[in-house]
DNA sequence: CCGCATCATCGTGAAAAGCGATTGTTTACG
DNA sequence: CGTAAACAATCGCTTTTCACGATGATGCGG
């Protein structure tokens, strides 16, 4: 089997006309060359030199000449697979996301906008799904608001309290009681995830609020809020505050939405996704609570 | 460095999912593909496989992919190579041959087809130049008519007589004196490689034909003979024979033209050329005389 | 005919490649 | 819960390859 050392020899030989000041290029001696020059030769089953002898320089043979074209794009590809794999030593390469809708409306651009200026040259592929069942085989990292079982690993981000949202007028201002919700009409997510998990505790307190509309959008929720058509219990992240709203904690608070950051177990990170996980977790944890 | 070995380890194991799968396919133990990707790992800087343990398969890491794509790419190449190789030593390749407008009219036809029916898969180009001193660097044969300087290797073909071409009446069948040809109008070649030879050797014995044209097209001299212009002093090989032409030898008979095979000298041959140059010879020998 | 430049060859020591056996780990199955 | 099976890592060892320096062979130029 040719090796891409001997190539590098050939190659050298045939720029420099000669086996001596090829082995000084290389760093090699003379006898060193000769060897990997016979090595090739039986390799290829011929003389790919001819030598003269005396002070003339050595030249290429027909069959030399074959294994020089290809020997010399051998090693071009072969110097740009070291690069390939210094630039992704440093931070260059892909990375494939998972998100939701739902999810990261805060989190995640920032997590990107970091993670780009860090290395400008990278991939990034988001993949957003909308599901009760992520499949991970695919991605490298995945933001999601809940545990899944198989084969997992999960770092916890941070907890997003659920508040009542209403319009400035509606409701007296400061914290609201959970009991206040029994037949408040409200809007809200489609009962998946989160928002399942939350109406689940609700029914069992025997509070019943009203839900006149769900959707996915949480600008549309919002919107609804502000239109009048109700109040809105969603995740505080998922809420863009502003001063046509009004936050209400609530009390006795619900269990908070847990965002958590998800990969395959046991799988070597890319310096990529590590990059990715250490930013996640400070941005989650600089994050501003309830203003 | 990378090796091509470790590559085609590396590719084993992602494509079997064990080392030792990857192992027996290899031909190799299963400590030594273990010690063959701690090499890969050791030049690349990280993991290339994640081992999860027990009989679950080993899974590529985002550096090991990157180093994988790459290297598959490399060895499909390097088989390549060996592929050109074989085609070369089996007689595939190329081969540039040099000739003459005024040689070979007979010879190269023959010796082109069967060097095409032997090897169908070579690409055999041919470069004409009408000159005294031809450059061979870029060639690996050359037919010429005479005798040249350098370091040049040379094989002679075959004796090409000169012969006297009339109309049939315009001359007695049979040998031709040479002195009949003082005061003769003749056609001929322009007066450089061999021509010049022949009209030297005509002056030294004061024979002084009267040219009246020249041209260097064979075909363009028998016409000329045929329309009655004159008779011609040519080469053998360079006359269409049929029965509008009358072909007599010359007595005594002028110094054959000589046709040679020539390369530079200490030049190893590809086995096209070393072919082209054993079917040149033989084809040369079975030559028809005159007829 | 003798230096000069060059490549081939040989002997030696070092590095590596490969192997077999063993160990440790994880999974699957009773 | 314990055991067997599958698997990779590791260690000691042998064989092969690699690289070197020295020496010999060859062709060229004065």
Redesign the pocket.
Known sequence: MY?L??LA?LVA?AD????????TRL?????????????LEKAAGG?L?D????????RITPLGAVLLEHGRDLLARADSMADAVDRFRAGDGRIDIGTFQSVSNVLLPTVIRELRDAHPGCDIRLFEEETDEPDLTELDLMFFDGHVGG?IEHLKLLDDPHVLVTRPGDFPPGPARLDQLDRLPLVAHPAICDQAKVEQILQNKGIRPHFVFRTIGNEALLAMVRAGLGAAVMPLLAVHQDETLAIHELEPALPPREIFLLWQA?RTHSPLAAHAIEIAQRVAAGLPKIS
Do not use: C, L, M, N
Request: charged share 20%; glycine share 16%; proline share 11%.
């Open positions: 090796e050392r001997h020899t030989v420099e006309g000669s086996f001596g000041r090829a082995a760093g090699y001696t003379q006898s060193s060359v000769s060897q990997q020059i016979a090595v003389p030199f030598r003269p002898g005396g002070p003339k320089p050595v084969d046991g």
